[in-house]
């Protein structure tokens, strides 16, 4: 059956081949009030993923193009409004880029993880895009950098070294990561790791949010997070990049290399990163082994031709954290800055295998995603033989079939699939050994009329979960489960573009998301939380109604979005400790009886709803006031009482200044304020209120020219006050796992100052 596949899948890739029409697409990237000709604009076809550069006419060949087709094309320049439009390639109509001078971002992005790629004016999705700079500063990883800058999005922390994605309220497996088209499956469910991924590699990231399951299928309820590789040189061309920064509060230091290419068609890249950080510091000390270290790498080799594109990856990572195994009145800080990790502590090595594919026939197009992901997670007690050990096996597949447009109508069909098997390799047990079958297909249109567009889908999803039996000593530990979900889910999207500075978008659908193998079957200690966690195998799977809508607005002085949204989540899934349940069991090092509190994982409907936005002031070319707000309330309906791990409310407030400096360029310095509101709306079962605080931040950077080589020095600092406070997602803080002692718990991070340095090169021909 395998070999038949492929085997189709060559005849396809040979009969387009042969058979394919190409053109040299040629044009024209010129000043909208001057007409004088930008020389260095960058044109990208996302959905090809080839790129070129205007040379000193302002002129631009994408060569061996398709004859055929309709393609987004991007075209962007410093201090210039990207400009977006959707091209006929074969049209004979000579193309010129007119691009408007601004001193602003515009709205007006490509997002590329919607079932069709469009500009984000004529996408109803509220989405987020983040570039590659804004994604370096004083975050200490991926997530870290986008909550602190995407409306809506927060992160479950333990430490600056482990961040998982919150949007919208929603966490864990209600969030999915997707890089190289495959959603990243890492055993999402657990609290003490995040997403396997090297920060530094992401080109720019998309924040979709709201439910984006008619994609993705199920675990989407929240939103999507799409991690996008840089852009590949136009033919003949190399180019690289040299990061390194090293961060005060915990001498993080993160060195990352990366070299890409384009010959003739033959592209390929590569990319090494290695991070270190001892204990954190907090306003009372340094947390306890919560040092930590990485390594990454990653490969790519390709091509791209006149059928479309045909991209292998290859990444690894590997990461070693450190953690505590307190107990209320243990002591928490210490003086010490090694970098050696003391037991207990975690390894996680991921390994993913993705090849994307883009075949073009004519006006229709195919893309096929083929993923195989190897997730190895291993706890150490007191020694280096693992007491837990998860070794997670996922086999992926994703198509998409674009239809030829019809009367105006956009057509996608997909389908997917993966097949996932779990084995126990510890001696200790947590959650039982498992596989996991899941297959999909879905239906979506899209059409513009003028300034009006309209969007619709439907999906349909099947999910199987067996879990293993097993005793030890005689005594059953898992009893096994053998549960299938079904759900058919639809969305309907609209956009309305009232001028070039003013539109409106809504969403409303609903989504599904199957029990994962630890909501239905733990029956263990979990280390890495300190708690014993029991699984429910009759629960049933989540399924969500939600709505949204946001109006945005782009002028020279003023730009800003506002959003509102509800999501009521039928059947939906935690673990609580009620009454205050505890079990005794016998530590196997010491032989002690240790206490651990009970999580059960249950059902409730809820119900979230919110708002979010920004807001940023121009009030000459060089200053700008940038603010963004979030806020989310999460209501438990069954039992009346608010939603567990909700972000607080969040202001965060930026005084940006940009002055021309002779002898540099993009020299900026800025200040900010954060303000996060108190946290009263907690599950007061096993929660505690969380206090208001605010706090200051500033940077300063620019980029200097030696010769011809562009070099960027940036300093950026978070919480300069070293300000003592809680976040109400901070897994250390007091209440979250010991009602026993109140006072037990962690400070969030204090001071942290980031230096850093930016080395891009490479060829322009």
Not at 232 to 239: A, C, F, R
């Amino acid at each position: 059956m395998k070999l038949s596949l492929v085997s189709c899948f060559i005849l396809l890739f040979l009969q387009t081949t042969v058979f394919a029409n190409i053109i040299d697409l040629k044009g024209k990237v010129v000043d909208a009030k001057t007409n004088q000709p930008l020389i260095g604009a960058v044109i990208n076809v996302p959905d090809l993923r080839i790129s070129v550069a205007t040379n000193t006419n302002g002129e631009f060949t994408l060569r061996n193009a398709p004859a055929r087709g309709r393609y987004v094309l991007q075209v962007t320049y410093v201090s210039y409004k990207t400009f977006t439009q959707t091209v006929d390639f074969a049209s004979t109509t000579p193309l010129v880029f007119a691009m408007q001078p601004s001193i602003i971002e515009t709205h007006e992005v490509v997002i590329t993880g919607t079932p069709i790629t469009a500009g984000s004016r004529f996408n109803s999705t509220s989405a987020t895009v983040v570039t590659k700079d804004q994604l370096m500063g004083s975050s200490t990883n991926l997530i870290d950098a986008l909550a602190k800058q995407v409306p809506g999005v927060s992160q479950i922390t333990t430490g600056p070294g482990i961040s998982k994605p919150v949007i919208r309220g929603l966490s864990y497996n209600r969030v999915v990561t997707l890089n190289d088209g495959i959603k990243q499956q890492g055993q999402q469910w657990g609290d003490e790791h995040g997403i396997e991924m090297d920060q530094f590699q992401a080109g720019r990231v998309e924040v979709l949010r709201g439910a984006a399951s008619l994609q993705y299928g199920s675990d989407a309820l929240g939103g999507v997070i799409n991690v996008i590789d840089p852009t590949i040189p136009s033919s003949g061309n190399i180019q690289g990049e040299v990061i390194q920064n090293y961060s005060t509060n915990n001498g993080q230091s993160n060195s990352s290399v990366m070299l890409t290419g384009n010959q003739n068609g033959f592209v390929w890249r590569g990319r090494g990163t290695y991070q270190n950080a001892f204990a954190f510091g907090t306003p009372a000390g340094r947390y306890i082994n919560s040092g930590f270290n990485q390594s990454n790498a990653s490969a790519m080799l390709g091509v791209n031709k006149t059928w479309g594109y045909s991209h292998l990856n290859f990444s690894y990572f590997n990461n070693n954290v450190g953690f505590y195994d307190a107990e209320p009145g243990d002591p928490l800080y210490t003086d010490s800055k090694s970098r050696t990790l003391d037991f207990p502590n975690q390894n996680i090595r991921h390994y993913k295998v993705a090849l994307n594919n883009n075949f073009i026939f004519g006006t229709s197009s195919l893309k096929l995603d083929l993923g195989y992901q190897k997730n190895q997670r291993k706890e150490f007690e007191a020694t280096n033989d693992p007491s837990l050990f998860f070794d997670l096996n996922t086999y992926s597949i994703d198509a998409k079939y674009y239809l030829p447009e019809t009367n105006g109508w956009k057509p996608v069909i997909g389908v997917s699939g993966s097949i996932g098997h779990s084995i126990n390799l510890g001696e200790e047990l947590l959650i039982p050994a498992y596989d996991e079958r899941t297959a999909g297909a879905f239906i979506y249109a899209k059409r513009t009329w003028e300034k009006s567009t309209f969007s619709a889908g439907a999906r349909f999803d099947y999910v199987k979960n067996v879990g293993k039996a097993q005793q030890v000593d005689g005594e059953e530990v898992f009893p096994g489960f053998d549960n299938h979900f079904s759900n058919v889910s639809a969305a309907l999207g609209y956009t309305y573009v009232f001028n070039d500075v003013l539109s409106f978008k809504a969403n409303a659908g609903s989504a599904f998301r199957a029990p994962n193998p630890a909501e239905l079957g733990s029956n263990g200690v979990h280390e890495g939380t300190n708690r014993y966690e029991i699984g429910n195998a009759n629960l049933a799977p989540e399924r969500s109604y939600q709505a949204d809508a946001t109006l945005e607005y782009g002028s020279g002085f003023v730009t800003g979005s506002l959003g509102i949204y509800e999501n009521y989540i039928h059947n939906y899934i935690y673990a609580s400790n009620t009454n205050a349940e505890q079990i005794t069991r016998e530590d196997e090092e010491t032989g002690e009886q240790k206490s651990y509190d009970v999580y059960r994982y249950g059902q409730v409907n809820a119900n979230l709803y919110g708002f979010e936005g920004n807001l940023t002031l121009h009030p000459v070319p060089f200053i700008h006031v940038e603010n963004t707000f979030t806020y989310t309330q999460a209501q438990n309906r069954t039992f009346d009482r608010p939603l567990a791990l909700i972000p607080a409310g969040v202001v965060h407030n930026t005084l940006r200044f940009e002055p021309k400096v002779k002898g540099v360029t993009d020299f900026y310095f800025y200040t900010g304020i954060d303000n996060f509101f108190k946290q009263s709306r907690v599950d007061a079962t096993f929660e505690t209120p969380t206090n208001a605080y605010t706090l200051l931040n500033a940077g300063i950077g620019a980029t200097f020219k030696i010769g011809s080589q562009p070099l960027k020095l940036y300093v950026s600092g978070y919480n300069l006050t070293n300000k003592k406070y809680y976040d109400a997602l901070n897994r250390l803080r007091p209440g979250r796992y010991s009602q026993e002692d109140p006072t037990f718990g962690v400070y969030n991070p204090g001071r942290n100052i980031t230096f850093g340095v930016y080395l891009p090169f490479g060829t322009n021909k």
